[in-house]
């Protein structure tokens, strides 16, 4: 049978980066590829190149029967290709109803309001993705948002779905439920790329793997032919392969993070409702869980960016519940946030600067001292940089990562409050966060470490809690931490 | 608006754009006021040469066109502080008016002997009337969420209605004929320098943005006002009060603005008159943008602006092209800069 | 009866700014602009109804006045990516000087007739047959023709963004660009119409203050009018007929303030002129904060990975 997608050759360089190096991708009608990678390995760029999002430096896409090129998502969207991003594009203020025809020639250019409505509810029914048209998008739990994203594909026809990480920011409940619509689909002849960089999911749904290792595809193979261990060492390469931070272990001490009960968060926000935790010198805390149950909250409340309703927080035995970030700062309190362009760093400014951000006040504002300091710490901390008055938005993810870390890192905190420390890096990145954090917990300060990737922070931390709505479903020493446990967790089940 | 903001590639590479770009808008800028002149149905080269005459024919035109920039000067060093930390305040016409108000109020209600405790008194009082009145619209903005742009305008009328109401009343002259206040004592009357035929508050104006440019570049204030324009999250996490910087930049660019509007009437019109703030805070504005925000380079902004308005009314008179075609090249030029510096003109 | 007719006739010339500076906001850009739109409305329909003698010719080219301030905010403000305030800022400028150095072009080629260059008789009042005539409420129905508009507009509108595809489009650009892109749109070009489209409607609001209230122009006649439909809008939280509502509020303050005048009420004139602006800031105040403000308003797009 000839596929209903090829693509072949592809290349896309960013800069003197080859992000992708001669792919070549085959999906069949009723086939679920999966598309495995580390982040950075070029899944989303070769997705976003076959959507019309990107153009390829060179390569071809043939899709049923015809050529794709120098296309706009909306005609990507008319031959038949459809998409769900992994950061959902609905309009939250606007209804599921509105957020269907948005676009969409069906719909009527005066809108046939009734007549969508009614296909929403059929065609929901008909593969398990109920949702009510008339329910404002903005309220909708992400599970629920992700029905409708994938219903707005498949009422528009789409012969071939593209889905990227569509299970990161689901429960184990929500992810089973997904897995079963996309064997439906599979069903009625749909094409399916599935991106993921998780291996049980990929081995329990598609029917075919491909594995793409810094912009070359590595593997390529039927999944009844693959391990979880076969896939997960094309992934890492050559010996990278269960790799974990092994650093000196220290001594565990005195108590040096307490939190009590603590409660609040911004009104329409997640609520945190009452969360409580102690971390011991020598320590890391990993927090897990579904994005959206309260991490921002809760990092932002103990950084005190977030004044918290009730509860108290103490550190090192004083009470700094309410104390400002200064304060804060003062009292040896580090904090790399997960939002990096807007809040860890000033993308616009230059590295020094950005180094100095979380200054003392008392310290002097010396243009010589900043830049001594900068070019000091841009060689310990091995920042790729031209010099220190470079531009902080010039720099890769790494290199900004960097920034954030050496700068809290450098004042010797007693507690560093990390969130999502790796998102977006690449593995020799990644890699280098994993070691600053060891080498902070060898040095007898107390680790909170937020992430959403189970097995990251299971790699980092001697006791694992996980966040759910707001609370701690559950807190296990890693050594007795066990998956199915952690699952039931995310997944609201108690301790 | 944050010159922090506009960078994308490497530094260098980013002026060097830049300095294209704007090379670019002044050049547009002079093609349009050409073609302004030529659709006018006159010689473009006469309405230079009267334009410049107008501006810099004589030791006492070229004072003019000095006092002409100061206001503009001083306010519009507050507008660029205020952008720079990402708070568009169009208020300065307000602003300026109330200064005004409050710098009468001080000359003619204490007579005070000494000239120098007279004038002083009065510039302090102008630049609290400004700065009170910004600080209003800070208030509005920070406590119940009204958008500062609107605060600032809406309260631009109040202003100045504010003013034609006092000169109506208690701080009017009787029998005038004209909404104006008695003349000021001469104790009050702002001195003139011997050397350039410009008032004292010229001066005083370069020495505010020479100080706006230290404290935006070499204080931990100026440094906190940059992080809170590219990033209020950022500015939080840094540890600064995103409402305290608020608060502190407004203030500080309506007591510039008030002192402005003081010095305009002590120096200028030695009393209060109506209308005597119309168009300053566009000006002033303007005067931030062509500065490229940066206080120092505010001060040629300000000159080319008040030489260009000088020049206009000779140009008027003697060659026929109206004074509001300087209006239009104002606009246009600052269009074409915002165009030049806009994060997509950089890429 | 005849204070709220009058505010009606008053509010007409907000009402029609407000309605463009709606679709502008809707679409995800600023309308500070409004003042600069209705100036050049104001001046280009006069022009052409005084020379061509025709109130629907002068309509027209008030349409297309407003419309040039329109596209000059969209190349700015929405092509390359400018603050949407100060690019509005900028526009009223170029708007007021403009039609002030038209005005005194005119009035020099005219000869010594000086600021009289242009006039035009006021358009007439109209009622719906039978209506005006009504007891106690017919002198609310006996209004001129661009009021009639006016309360056209809000339904149309009301209609358009709810229940068209465009109108559903351009709300999306308004709320998430990004969304709006992801659906086959092109934000930045729904935003560049809406901004024209709304500028011709401002351009209507204008002209009636020079076709229908007043039948000259002067300089700066607008005299901050586009700020306060600007309040109007936001007061109004975004919608036509709550945008009608607050603009029948502060043109009650005015036709208080003319009324109380007429009557030899000794209440200081200034003050009274005061009113619709505090009227607006109070109401501002009181109202705080919306959540129906369109999430993406003033945040500039970048699309150009797809070009």
Known sequence: MTPMLQMRGIVRRFGAVTALDAVDLDVCAGQIVGLLGENGSGKSTLMRILFGMLRPDAGGIVFKGGELSGHTPAQAMRAGLGMIHQHFTLVEAMTVLENVMLGWPRAGRVLRRREISRMIVETGARYGLEV????????????????????????????????????????PAEVDGLLGVLRRLRQDGTGIVLISHKLPEVLAVCDDVVVLRAGRVVARLPVAAATRQSLAAAMLGPGMAGAAV?????????????????????????????????????????????????QIELVDSLAGLQRPAAGRITLDGRDITFASVTARLRAGLAYSPADRAQTGLVRGMSIADNLALRQDRRTPRRRGLLARQAERLIREYDIRAPGPQAVAATLSGGNQQKIVLAREIERAPGILIAHQPTWGLDPGAAGFVLQQVARLRSAGAAILYVASDLEEVLSVSDHVAVLFEGRIAGIAPRAEARMDQLGLWMAGGSA | MDGGRLGVSGAGSVLQTLGARLGLAALLSGLTAVLLVVLSGHDPVAAVQALAAGAFGTRSLIGAGLDRSTPYLLAGVGVALCFRAGIINIGAEGQIAVGGLGATAAALGAPVGSPVAAITLALIAGALAGAAWSGLAALLHLVRGVHEVLATLLLNFVALLLVQLLLAGPLGQAGAGFLQSPRFPPSARLPRLPLLDVHLGFPLAVLAAAGGTVLLWRTRLGFGLRVLGA?????????????????????????????????????????????????????????????LLEPVLVVPAALFVGFMEAGALSMQREVGVPTAMVTVLEGLTVLYVLAATSRRGLR | MDLLASAIRIGTPLLLAALGGLLSERA?????????????GAFAGLFGAWATGSAAVGLLCAMLGGGVIGVLVAVVAVRSRADNMVTGLSANIVALGATGM?????????????GEAMHWVPLAAWSPPGLGRLP??????????????????????????????????????????????????????VRERAVVAGAMVAGLGGAVLSLQQVGSFTEGMTGGRGYLALAALIVGRWTPFGAALACLMFGGAEALELHLEAAGVGINPYLLQMTP?????TVLVLVGPSAQMPAAIGRSYANDETR
């Open chain 1, 246 to 294: 092994k650093a000196g272990r220290g001594t565990v001490g005195a108590v040096r993070l307490s939190v009590r009960d603590l409660r609040g968060g911004p009104p329409g926000g997640m609520v945190l409702g009452g969360v409580s935790f102690e971390i011991r010198a020598g320590e890391v805390l990993g927090v897990a869980g579904v994005d959206g149950n309260g």
């Open chain 2, 231 to 291: 990033s209020r999250s950022a500015a939080r996490y840094a540890g600064f009060r995103p409402p305290v910087l608020t608060m502190l930049v407004m203030l500080l660019a309506g007591a510039l603005a008030g002192l402005a509007g003081a010095i305009e009437i002590l120096g200028l019109h030695r009393r209060l008159v109506e209308g005597f703030s119309n168009g300053f805070g566009f000006r002033a504005v303007t005067v931030a943008l062509l500065g």
């Open chain 3, 136 to 189: 106690v409420l017919g002198p609310l129905f006996v209004q001129p023709p661009l009021t009639w508009l006016g309360l056209g507009g809000c339904v149309a509108l009301t209609w358009f963004l709810r229940h068209s595809a465009i109108g559903l489009t351009l709300r999306a650009a308004g709320e998430s660009p990004a969304a709006a892109l992801a659906a086959g749109a092109d934000p930045r070009r």
């Open chain 3, 277 to 281: 602006y505090l009227a607006a800031l």
């Open chain 1, 132 to 171: 009510d048209p008339g329910a404002r998008v903005r309220d909708l739990p992400l599970g629920r948002r992700q029905r409708v994203e994938i219903l707005k594909a498949i009422l528009r026809g789409a012969d071939l779905l593209i889905l990227d990480e569509p299970t990161s920011n689901l429960a």
């Open chain 3, 102 to 114: 038209l005005l005194r072009l005119l009035s020099q080629r005219g000869g010594a007739s000086g």
């Open chain 3, 28 to 40: 995800g850009v600023f309308a500070v602009g409004l003042e600069g739109m209705m100036l050049a």
